[in-house]
């Protein structure tokens, strides 16, 4: 006959066990957490992917919220419950880092790629300069340049060519980039300045034809992220910074039309 094998345990034991499951749990609790990241409108479909990205990769999850960087600078500054802010210029990080607003340095994670867009694949067939100096839209459509760093530098490159003047009363204006996108989506207007990395994530059927505006037209588009009090000691949003310019992150950015930090390189 066989042994029969007793399945008891003695209380010190099955104490023991529990202590040990509270502990396993509480390391797994640990490791786990989210993060709500303040998100550039231009860079909000990249953001999504680097999240799910992040998220396989550590267990933590980042929600995006997007808008216009001036609208997500001022709803910081009125104590909006954001751990990191992921802006579409400098100046505004920098200003919260200089206010005590941040709890460290910003940094440049990308810089965007501006581009003249047409839903019409015959629109923008040579090149785009040549394009608006022949003033044949009615209508153009850009982000608002007090508000939105896609829309000052469309005004930039615009005067740059010596057009401002011809499309200053012609421009329909959206508040933030992905407006400016929709505008022209829509038919609002025939052709708008939007963002390179929109055309990239945009249907098949939007693709049209574009123009990638010379960099020496404006300013660089810099755009720097920082990390917001709250976010301090957060393991998902100091991660998620981090995961920005790590190698598998920098390669998801210019995969989107931007040009990841020079480190990246």
């Known amino acids: 006959m066989k042994p029969r094998v007793s399945r008891r345990f003695t209380r010190p034991v099955l104490s023991l066990l529990a202590g040990l499951a509270i502990v396993?749990?509480?390391a797994f609790s640990a490791r786990a957490a989210?993060?709500?990241?303040?998100?550039?409108?231009?860079?909000?479909?990249?953001?999504?992917?680097?999240?799910?990205?992040?998220k396989a990769e550590s267990g933590n999850t980042v929600v995006i919220a997007s808008g216009s960087t001036g609208q997500l600078y001022a709803q910081i500054k009125q104590g909006a419950p954001f751990d990191a802010f992921l802006a579409a210029d400098q100046i505004r990080p920098a200003l919260l880092h200089k206010d005590g607003a941040a709890a460290q340095a910003p940094f440049t994670y990308a810089t965007g790629l501006l581009a003249?867009?047409?839903?019409?694949?015959?629109?923008?067939?040579?090149?785009?300069?040549?394009?608006?100096?022949?003033?044949?839209?009615?209508?153009?459509?850009?982000?608002?340049?007090?508000?939105?760093?896609?829309?000052?530098?469309?005004?930039?490159?615009l005067t740059a060519l010596g057009l401002w003047p011809t499309y200053e009363k012609r421009i329909v204006m959206g508040q933030n980039i992905a407006q400016a996108f929709q505008i022209v989506a829509a038919g609002g207007a025939p052709a708008g300045f939007v963002a390179l990395s929109q055309l990239l994530a945009a249907p098949e059927n939007l693709h049209g034809s574009h123009w990638v505006v010379p960099a020496d037209l404006h300013a660089p588009i810099r755009q720097d992220a920082v990390l917001l009090p709250r976010g301090a000691g957060n393991p998902a949003a100091e991660g998620f910074l981090a995961f920005l310019t790590s190698p598998l992150g920098c390669a998801a950015i210019r995969d989107a039309g931007y040009q990841p930090r020079d480190a990246c390189k």
Do not use: H, M
């Open 24 to 26: 396993v749990t509480g």
């Open 116 to 157: 003249l867009w047409s839903p019409d694949p015959d629109t923008i067939r040579e090149d785009g300069a040549t394009v608006l100096g022949r003033a044949l839209f009615e209508r153009i459509a850009i982000a608002n340049p007090k508000l939105a760093p896609y829309g000052a530098a469309a005004r930039e490159s």
């Open 34 to 54: 989210d993060a709500t990241i303040a998100v550039a409108a231009n860079f909000a479909s990249t953001a999504d992917i680097l999240a799910k990205t992040f």
